[in-house]
């Protein structure tokens, strides 16, 4: 297959790079912002597959940038998903755990009700209405607190605080599935290779949830994180819990975004592994590579 990744160096994009026959696009040449260039990239390419990387992430500077969340996560994709619905390929766009408003006490699946509690995610929910009313073939996959050994991140971030902090106090009532890009990288390589190997079945269109196995609290990735950092010497500040109300941001985040991800698995025999072992081997690789 000739694939094409959206996303340029963001961390999901980057974990996608190794693959053979993946051609990884991103600003200036390609950019939702300038729609000439998506049909521009996507004429010297010839894709058989597009998988959508990019997005505006920005959870809280969406909330008064709305024209630009929503150009990058509507508009850019509706126009990538035309282009596809067009050529007859399929596409793989990723979307979020934050389309939830938080309420359930128990993991979403992908028929639940959405309710975005912010500009983020309902961009990211209009990204995905547009994608499948443009007709396109296409396998939308929502993950959640998605980390990487490079790149800004939440545990990239900890470790890089708890150098100067003898002390921390991280939110510990969200719940929701840690994700290591590297292992939302493998699964959208399965389903790649799954669809080179049957073709484009009717069942694989849709909404699937793919997050790392099990759960945790920011305050428990935090934890754990630095337990993980205890073993190449790291110094382990005290993590202390509070409240999303003692920690006020200009978006709301759901208290609850855990994700069922059983859906991925039926369909295509995929599903991520542990958070925290993906986490032991992303720490590791932080401190060989590129310590905060």
Not at 11 to 37: C, H, K, M
Not at 140 to 145: E, N, S
Not at 251 to 260: E, G, H, Q, T, V
Request: hydrophobic share 45%; with cysteine.
């Amino acid at each position: 297959m000739t694939v094409l990744v959206t996303g340029g160096t963001g961390q999901l994009a980057s974990a996608l790079t190794a693959a053979p026959d993946v051609t990884v696009v991103g600003r200036p040449d390609f950019d939702f912002d300038r729609p000439e260039t998506i049909a521009a990239a996507f004429k010297a390419i010839a894709p058989s597959l597009v998988i959508n990387a990019a997005a505006y992430t920005a959870v809280d500077k969406a909330e008064t940038d709305v024209d630009a969340a929503y150009r990058a996560n509507r508009d850019g994709p509706a126009a990538l998903a035309t282009l596809c619905a067009a050529a007859g390929i399929p596409l793989i766009h990723v979307s979020t755990d934050y389309v939830f408003d938080g309420l359930k006490t128990q993991p979403y699946v992908e028929d639940d009700a959405v309710a975005p509690q912010g500009v983020y995610g309902a961009s990211k929910l209009a990204g995905e209405q547009a994608v499948l009313a443009s007709g396109a073939n296409a396998i939308i996959l929502r993950t959640a607190w998605v980390y990487a050994a490079t790149g800004k991140n939440f545990v990239r971030t900890m470790l890089a605080v708890g150098k100067t902090r003898d002390r921390l106090t991280v939110v510990g009532d969200q719940h929701g599935c840690p994700t290591a890009a590297q292992d939302l990288a493998d699964a959208i390589l399965a389903i790649a290779a799954r669809l080179d190997r049957t073709g484009w079945q009717s069942d694989y269109r849709g909404v699937f949830h793919a997050a790392g196995t099990g759960a945790t609290t920011w305050h428990g990735l935090a934890v754990a994180t630095f337990e993980e950092a205890a073993r190449f010497g790291a110094k382990v500040p005290e993590v202390a819990a509070i409240r999303t109300a003692d920690w006020p941001t200009p978006a709301k985040r759901p208290a609850n975004s855990r994700l069922d991800c059983g859906r991925l698995a039926r369909i295509f025999g995929v599903r991520l592994p542990p958070w925290r072992d993906s986490l032991a081997r992303t720490v590791e690789r932080i401190f060989a590579t590129a310590p905060p």
